[in-house]
């Protein structure tokens, strides 16, 4: 049997469409494909500034927050949700653990309150999405508000300064161990994204996660109990959000109930720069990585040719317009 011919009518489908196997790998891609091209775009424009060492470890730290709470809107994008409330529940986190380190307690508890104010605000939102029936965008776009509220409540409107207690060091951009390239906040990120990968891929969570937002009736059909389900999404991600505020909180040395406002959008845009689809289904950790570092480079190219916060605003916003466009295009190329 000729093994090249049998193999040659997979790679393409009637229509001269790209096969099932192909569109994955192109979609694999294209978050690093993306990247290439904003560095080659950079590059052509004057005064062609050189990217160092520093440039590249700072890059990776401004990636961290953004990186670490998109790791969790992925579970929630590719579920069919969204979260609005990522920069609202951050800022509640960074003051909780301003007011905690203040008050004397340790670092252990620290991340105790982090980890728990973050997994509060996603319960909170799973439970106005599985039990009121609110749709995400309704349900967290409400707790957008309510969660920054929150936090200038509890901080008297003003930022919380406390000792860091070594925090600072995580989100250090030239480590104080010389021989580690990248700081210590970067390795917890890139080793979470390992374990998250693999729990999208090889566990049952995952497998649910991806069939609740392929068909969300279907997965009822067949025995997934879709609002336990979803509050265990909501949960993981408000986790991940609330180790994010440990690290602005990292990064600032202060709480402050007014920072990361906007972030929500840069968190989504990381997720469908990534691959992932805003109508459920699909998406990846290691495009969602992809996704926020190309974020952060952005930012830092954009900073280093002296260009206003605003005009880095409006890139934001288009580089968001064309990865959802690029996302529907997709969507409907493979209906046909």
């Not at 193999?7 to 494909?33: D, K």
């Not at 990534?274 to 998406?283: A, D, R, T, V």
């Amino acid at each position: 049997m000729n093994t090249g011919a049998a193999l040659a009518p997979l790679s393409r489908l009637p229509g001269g469409r790209a096969s099932p196997g192909r569109r994955v790998l192109l979609t694999a891609l294209a978050p690093f494909l993306g990247l290439l091209v904003v560095i080659a775009l950079f590059y052509a424009i004057p005064p062609h500034p050189w990217v160092s060492l520093l440039d590249l470890q700072t890059v990776a730290v401004h990636t961290v927050i953004v990186g670490i709470a998109a790791m969790g809107m992925t579970f929630i994008i590719i579920s069919g949700g969204i979260d609005l409330s990522v920069g609202s529940a951050i800022a509640l986190t960074s003051v909780a653990v301003a007011l905690a380190l203040k008050q004397g307690w340790g670092v252990p508890a620290a991340v105790v309150v982090a980890l728990g104010t973050g997994a509060l605000c996603g319960f909170y939102n799973s439970v106005l999405i599985t039990l009121l029936r609110l749709p995400p965008f309704i349900a967290t776009l409400g707790t957008l508000g309510f969660y920054r509220g929150l936090a200038k409540w509890i901080s008297g409107s003003m930022p919380v300064s406390a000792p860091a207690q070594g925090l600072g060091l995580w989100v250090r951009p030239a480590p104080v161990q010389e021989w580690l390239p990248l700081a210590p906040a970067v390795w917890l990120m890139l080793a979470l994204g390992v374990f998250l990968a693999a729990v999208l891929r090889y566990t049952i969570l995952g497998r649910y996660t991806f069939a609740i937002g392929s068909n969300e009736a279907t997965a009822r059909l067949c025995g997934i109990r879709v609002p336990r389900m979803k509050v265990y999404i909501y949960v993981l991600a408000g986790l991940l959000t609330g180790l994010a505020g440990l690290m602005q909180f990292a990064r600032l040395t202060q709480g402050d109930p007014t920072v990361a406002i906007g972030v929500e959008l840069d968190v989504i845009a990381a997720v469908v720069i990534g691959g992932g689809s805003l109508s459920g289904g699909q998406g990846s950790m290691l495009g969602t990585l992809a996704g926020a570092f190309l974020m952060a480079f952005l930012r830092n190219r954009c900073t280093v040719l002296g260009w206003p916060n605003f005009v880095q605003e409006m890139i934001v916003g288009h580089i968001i317009i064309i990865a959802v466009a690029i996302d529907q295009w997709r969507a409907r190329r493979v209906e046909r």
